[in-house]
Structure formats: structure tokens, C-alpha cells
T-cell receptor, first 115, second 114 residues
Framework: NAGVTQTPKFQVLKTGQSMTLQCAQD?????MYWYRQDPGMGLRLIYY???????DKGEVPNGYNVSRLNKREFSLRLESAAPSQTSVYFC??????????????FGSGTRLTVV | AQTVTQSQPEMSVQEAETVTLSCTYD???????LFWYKQPPSRQMILVIR??????QNATENRFSVNFQKAAKSFSLKISDSQLGDTAMYFC???????????FGDGTTLTVKP
């Protein structure tokens, strides 16, 4: 099925551990995004990539790094996990930065718990 | 920076009735897009409806329609003939064509009662 695939779906980390969330899309979209969703709050942008080879910080980038590996893949890395990073993480893609008016296609999310 | 405000954290409606969810936003841009996304208990985010800021006509998608008031910076979602499957959290989102990214509201949890 065409869409955005995120792995893993669930993860528990200990404080200080590192991990990478993977995201891949097969819709030939140029732009990709990482958001986090905390209880009672909307989605907050961590990082985004307007096109292959470019990345930009969003609203809450501290503690995260990203890699746009190619047009299809956009990974999010937590170098030293902290309990404040416990959240649900969503990857999304859209056709073009300037024509994002078609909206986002989202992955199914990763529930991350840091203990 | 844009802000999106959803002033109703929770709402409920009887099956088959109509409900309206509110959203206001703040921006200095003239060209942008607005969206409503649905997030059912499965957690999957689903695009419900979109509105282009330069179009005066309100968007409709089957039972879903919007009331877009550009001057008032208001973008409400009306769900007609509510169904149990409409139970979800609904997010209003603003897409900036200048910045190339979306800002989301905090969401409204809608419960459809049988």
C-alpha cells in the first residue's frame, strides 16, 4: 500500500540510550516532516526537510537530529534519550513545500517511552 | 509565527445530529491553506478537508463542510448526520506557503453518542 511507513511502532528506552526512528514514503513526495504529539497538545514540529539534501529546525528541535537519506527516507535520532522525550512521534510527507496545500500524509506513529 | 487555536477541548453530539468545531488562527500571510485532520483511537492521522485561502467558496466533502471567514481568521468544521465512526480527535492546521510547514491546534475530542 502506498503511504508513509514508520518503524518501530512502540519503543521503550532507558534514560541516556540512543535510537533512530525510521520513516519512508513511496509517493515521490519532496517534503518530509517529524512531529511529536504530547497528551492534550497538538502536533509540534521537530524538524523538516523541504527536499532531498536539506533539513531545517522546527519548533522543538533540541535533543534530536535528522537525516534525509534520500528522497524516500527521513530518519529522526535521539542521541541521549530523556523522560521529556516520551511522546508519540509522527512522520509526514507532502508533495512540495510551496504547494503543500494538498495536505500531509502521515505515518501511523511511534509511541516512545523513556524511563 | 502562526498560531492556531481550538477553543473546545471536548464536544459531544448525538448520532445523526450536526456539530460544529471551532478554529481560529493568526497570520500575516495572505496565501495559505487550512486543513482539518481526524485522529481516531487508532492514532492514524487522516486528512478530512482542505481550504485554500484565496478561494472564497467554502470546501465540502460529503458530510463535512467548513465555514471559512478569512477576515475574521476563522475556520470551523461542520459535521452533518454524525456517525459513531466520527468519534475522534480533530485537529485544525494552518499551512504556510512561505515557511513550507504546518502549525496545528491542540485538538478537539469529539464523541458521537448513540
Amino acid at each position: 500500500n502506498a503511504g508513509v511507513t514508520q518503524t518501530p511502532k512502540f519503543q521503550v528506552l532507558k534514560t541516556g540510550q540512543s535510537m533512530t526512528l525510521q520513516c519512508a514514503q513511496d509517493m515521490n513526495h519532496n517534503s518530509m516532516y517529524w512531529y511529536r504529539q504530547d497528551p492534550g497538545m497538538g502536533l509540534r514540529l521537530i524538524y523538516y526537510s523541504a527536499s532531498e539534501g536539506t533539513t531545517d529546525k522546527g519548533e522543538v528541535p533540541n535533543g534530536y537530529n535528522v537525516s534525509r537519506l534520500n528522497k524516500r527516507e527521513f530518519s529522526l535520532r535521539l542521541e541521549s534519550a530523556a523522560p521529556s522525550q516520551t511522546s508519540v512521534y509522527f512522520c509526514a510527507s507532502s508533495e512540495l513545500v510551496r504547494t503543500g496545500g494538498y495536505g500531509y500524509t502521515f505515518g501511523s506513529g511511534t509511541r516512545l517511552t523513556v524511563v | 509565527a502562526q498560531t492556531v487555536t481550538q477553543s473546545q477541548p471536548e464536544m459531544s453530539v448525538q448520532e445523526a445530529e450536526t456539530v460544529t468545531l471551532s478554529c481560529t488562527y493568526d497570520t500575516s500571510e495572505s496565501n495559505y491553506y487550512l486543513f482539518w485532520y481526524k485522529q481516531p483511537p487508532s492514532r492514524q492521522m487522516i486528512l478530512v478537508i482542505r481550504q485554500e485561502a484565496y478561494k472564497q467558496q467554502n470546501a465540502t466533502e460529503n458530510r463535512f463542510s467548513v465555514n471559512f471567514q478569512k477576515a475574521a481568521k476563522s475556520f470551523s468544521l461542520k459535521i452533518s448526520d454524525s456517525q459513531l465512526g466520527d468519534t475522534a480527535m480533530y485537529f485544525c492546521a494552518f499551512f504556510s506557503t512561505n515557511a513550507g510547514k504546518s502549525t496545528f491546534g491542540d485538538g478537539t475530542t469529539l464523541t458521537v453518542k448513540p
